[in-house]
């Protein structure tokens, strides 16, 4: 049988709801980030970087794009003969086809994908969070506590404790409690979703928890292993960690990139990020073009003005656009005397010549109050926005829209536009780029 000390198991099949247009056809762990980044590349470069050369994907939620992305694990290092990455899907069985109904169910599922290689401890990862952490570190702790469960948590402000779970400790770290979303929190340690399980602890607990609907890590597992008195021990991180879980949050987090003096630093050498590149070609940036404090990917062209702006690759800016404070991702158009002011513009989308995008005073969504809530205008990718029109803050825009769409020229702030998206229609905008 293979021997392997520690696996990881990356939960990447996640729909990201909460980030609205930007995960309606592609699942959050895959979604852009920091001009040619997705949010997978972060956990897979930490593996790679702590010596975890054998990491099982698990995928759900429209997978097909973080498959591709993935591939054979070449950019992480991890196309190995012996281990390496796997993408692992619900599939058919025997009594029928499961999908992953909880945390814990996908790791259950994969249970003989696990057991192939004996571990000593299995690292279960979310597919979803901004951070650096060496995990090779939290082992040490692990192995140092003869711990049967370590759990890696970060000091919130006691005011947003409740919006997490919460580890109550000894003075060892040693974990006493766990409370899941606490109105009254005893402590300000809150879970980052990253787990070290001994390997017969983990195995053992799923097998006798399979039963449980929707089978869930911190509703489940974790409790059932405190009341079963396992060692379960806190691992303090004090490092850089966002949950880009809401579109205020993604937003910010990219902003932060361009700081001067960036807290998250993409550009270490001691502790890479890796990706996926299929951009070679360079940029072009036009003699009279602004750029300001800006991320540009590959293969741009900016011939308009950007300032403070995270901008992916193969991006066109044409004459006259003026782009501030915004996220424009990757094969994007905006057209010529195009605005732009705190955006986000996923892939594949055209702005039309003359469109003003963001623009007024705040309103609350007349859509979806929970994801739309800040002063932000989203655009789901392979949309087209029409030239001439005006569109307010806090709205939302998917699809191939046209003028008629926009009463008077306009889409008021608070308001959306959403239209389903057809392989006709996704050509179509494709085709407006093209023009």
Not at 208 to 234: C, E, S, W, Y
Not at 246 to 274: C, G
Not at 362 to 369: I, L, Q, V, W
Not at 425 to 434: I, P, T
Request: net charge negative; hydrophobic share 40%.
């Amino acid at each position: 049988m293979i021997k392997k000390e520690m696996i990881a198991m990356l939960l990447a099949g996640g729909q990201g709801s909460r980030l609205g247009a930007l995960t309606e056809n592609v699942a959050k762990p895959a979604v852009s980030f920091g001009g040619k980044y997705r949010i997978i590349d972060f956990p897979l470069s930490n593996c790679i970087n702590s010596g975890v050369d054998t990491v099982g994907v698990l995928t759900q939620y429209q997978p097909l794009r973080l498959n591709s992305h993935i591939g054979i694990g070449i950019p992480w290092d991890l196309d190995r003969n012996v281990g390496g990455v796997t993408v692992l899907p619900p599939y058919e069985k025997m009594a029928g086809t499961d999908w992953y109904t909880g945390t814990a169910n996908a790791i259950y599922q994969n249970l003989e994908y696990m057991n192939q290689y004996n571990p000593d401890y299995v690292l279960i990862l979310s597919g979803d969070h901004i951070y650096k952490m060496d995990y090779e570190q939290m082992l040490d702790a692990h192995k140092a506590n003869k711990a049967d469960v370590t759990i890696a948590v970060m000091p919130v402000p006691m005011e947003e404790a409740p919006r997490f779970g919460i580890m109550v400790t000894d003075e060892t770290g040693r974990i006493t409690e766990f409370q899941e979303k606490p109105a009254e929190p005893k402590s300000n340690l809150a879970s980052m979703g990253i787990y070290i399980f001994s390997w017969p602890v983990l195995r053992d607990a799923l097998i006798k928890l399979k039963d449980q609907p929707k089978l869930d890590f911190g509703m489940h597992v974790i409790p059932d292993a405190l009341n079963t008195g396992k060692r379960l021990f806190a691992y303090k991180f004090s490092g850089y960690w966002k949950d880009v879980g809401t579109l205020s949050s993604y937003w910010q987090a990219n902003m932060e990139l361009i700081d001067i003096l960036p807290e998250f630093n993409l550009y270490e050498e001691f502790w890479k990020v890796y990706t996926r590149g299929d951009y070679i070609q360079p940029d072009y940036i036009a003699a009279d073009a602004v750029v300001d404090r800006c991320i540009i990917g590959e293969g741009t062209e900016i011939r308009g003005e950007v300032r403070n702006s995270v901008i992916g690759p193969g991006v066109t800016i044409e004459e006259g656009a003026v782009v501030n404070d915004s996220i424009v991702m990757q094969d994007s158009v905006i057209k010529k005397g195009a605005r732009l002011d705190k955006a986000i513009v996923a892939q594949n989308v055209v702005i039309g010549e003359n469109a003003v995008i963001g623009t007024g005073e705040f309103a609350e969504s007349t859509y979806n109050k929970k994801v739309y809530n800040a002063d932000l205008v989203t655009i789901g990718e392979d949309s087209v926005v029409p030239a001439n029109v005006t569109v307010g803050r806090n709205t939302a825009i998917i699809g191939v829209t046209e003028a008629g769409d926009y009463p008077d020229g306009i889409l008021p702030s608070g308001g959306a536009i959403i239209k389903a998206m057809t392989i006709d229609d996704k050509l179509s905008s494709q085709k407006e780029g093209d023009n």
